[in-house]
């Protein structure tokens, strides 16, 4: 119910404030389908489509409760089959749209700029693929359209202040005077190329091992050794700990320490699972131990061992996001009625 009512909030919000601007936002400008108004059009029809798909499918479940009383949910195999279609298409033209003129653009004079940079994804999809070969293929050309996205914003950034063109004091002059919006955008493309490496690395070569392991068992992972030396007690302010001790190493030498616990509250009657992590760019390594319940008259204890690789940079991505966003809001230019005040006082000026 609370998800239901946020929704309702920001959908019946949205919808609201559309309707008392719409008659402002109308426009009568003409252009040809190869443009920047045209590309603005089509990122807005998918994002609206893949908007749609991802409500659908956390509302259906709730309509098909209130009208049958059955409980179903709808998981990932859904979202991948729907979500990423629409997303990837708009990822490609991410790194198109900035090249884009207004009205008409020209297609091989966007060629002759972008043509490297394809050939530098296509290097990165087959570096990954040789180095993957075990992953899925689509997660191979998400890997490759990511790095299409980020060398393209590199490229149209470095375009727009003449790097390696001037002199670096002048193009550091031009960044310097470069509206907030053109920093933003750069900022919040890098920042999606940053979420793609994040979902796809987290998702297509995370690796996962669920065993019974007694003190002295060692578990290969992503290329880390983990030994399980055991499980210590102790008593904690309020709990009872069950505390176990595993060593990482790698490449046969002990990196860090890994202490997962299982906490009982005897007050409250509840107990809760502490994971360990080593979190790292490269990736996050993840143990667990079991419920009590799961130790066995041998002493083994059931240890779950998760390794998800880049999942860190989806946090990266969604801060460069949210700050590239902040940094365009910022931007005088798109305030409507705030002129600046060197414009306002001349524009007191009298004629000669």
Avoid: C
Avoid at 252 to 268: C, H, K
């Amino acid at each position: 119910m609370y998800i239901l009512g946020l929704l309702g909030v920001t959908i019946v919000g949205s919808l609201t404030l559309y309707a008392w601007r719409a008659p402002q936002l109308g426009s009568v400008g003409v252009f040809r389908p190869i443009s920047r108004e045209a590309g603005l059009l089509l990122n807005n029809l998918l994002l609206a489509t893949a908007t749609a798909t991802v409500l659908f499918g956390t509302l259906y479940p709730l309509f098909v409760e209130a009208v049958t009383e059955e409980k179903i949910s709808v998981g990932p195999p859904y979202f991948n089959a729907t979500f990423i279609p629409f997303m990837l298409p708009l990822v490609i033209i991410m790194g198109v749209g900035p090249f884009l003129s207004w009205k008409r653009a020209d297609l091989p004079g966007i060629w002759q700029r972008l043509r490297l940079i394809f050939g530098i994804a296509i290097g990165v999809a087959g570096i990954v693929w040789y180095l993957q070969t075990n992953g899925p293929l689509l997660a191979v050309v998400s890997i490759g359209i990511a790095a299409w996205v980020f060398f393209a914003t590199l490229r149209e950034w470095a375009l727009r202040i003449k790097l390696f063109d001037l002199p670096l004091s002048q193009s550091l002059r031009r960044a310097r005077n470069l509206p907030r919006s053109a920093h933003g955008m750069t900022l919040a493309h890098l920042g999606v190329a940053m979420l793609v490496l994040g979902f796809v690395g987290s998702t297509a070569w995370k690796e996962e091992r669920v065993l019974f392991a007694e003190p002295g068992s060692t578990v290969d992972i992503a290329g880390f050794e983990v030994i399980f030396d055991g499980v210590e007690r102790f008593r904690g302010p309020n709990y009872i700990a069950q505390q176990g001790q595993l060593r990482v190493l790698k490449d046969g030498r002990e990196i860090t320490l890994l202490r997962p616990e299982r906490r009982s509250y005897p007050v409250a009657g509840t107990s809760t699972t502490e994971s360990a992590i080593r979190s790292t760019l490269s990736g996050d390594l993840y143990v667990t131990i079991s419920e009590p319940a799961a130790e066995t008259a041998s002493g083994q204890w059931n240890l779950r061992i998760l390794y998800e690789p880049l999942v860190n940079w989806i946090w990266i991505g969604a801060t460069m996001l949210v700050l590239g966003g902040s940094l365009s809001l910022s931007d005088r230019r798109l305030r409507v009625g705030a002129p600046s005040p060197k414009s306002r006082s001349s524009a007191l000026q009298p004629a000669e």
